[in-house]
């Protein structure tokens, strides 16, 4: 089993910046690709960005390019997303995942392994 835990949440106002790290412990071994989700209340879990095994690939929703980057370090098993230039709209929870694969996963049924979750709520 994998476990992994998000932190770095908080409040912040429009305009701020935060950094989420995600610190995968248990089965490392494996080689998988990692995405950041979101949900806020009453809709859909979204995701938000992506990368893949080796750090060299990258997807991001529409929302949130020029904005938001993701990366990794494999030595530490820690993926981080890096928010900048944060809009009311951007709170929500922000979920840390793992894929079945190595190559770059967009789709949520891709993830079989979630944290629990940070808060990152965004003030005008």
């Known amino acids: 089993q994998v476990q992994l835990v998000e932190s770095g949440g908080g409040l912040v106002q429009a305009g701020g910046s935060l950094r989420l790290s995600c610190v995968a412990s248990g089965r490392t071994s494996s080689v998988n690709a990692m995405g950041w989700f979101r949900q806020a209340p009453a809709k859909e879990r979204e995701v938000v960005a992506s990368?893949?095994?080796?750090?060299?690939?990258?997807h991001y929703a529409d929302s949130v390019k020029g904005r938001f980057t993701i990366s990794r370090d494999r030595a530490k098993n820690t993926v981080y997303l890096q928010l900048n230039s944060l809009k009311p709209e951007d709170t929500a929870v922000y979920y840390c995942?793992?894929?079945?694969?190595?190559?770059?996963?967009?789709?949520?049924?891709?993830?079989?392994?979630w944290g629990r979750g940070t808060q990152v709520t965004v003030s005008s």
């Open positions: 995942a793992q894929a079945r694969s190595a190559r770059l996963a967009t789709q949520r049924s891709e993830y079989p392994y």
């Open positions: 990368i893949n095994w080796l750090g060299t690939d990258t």
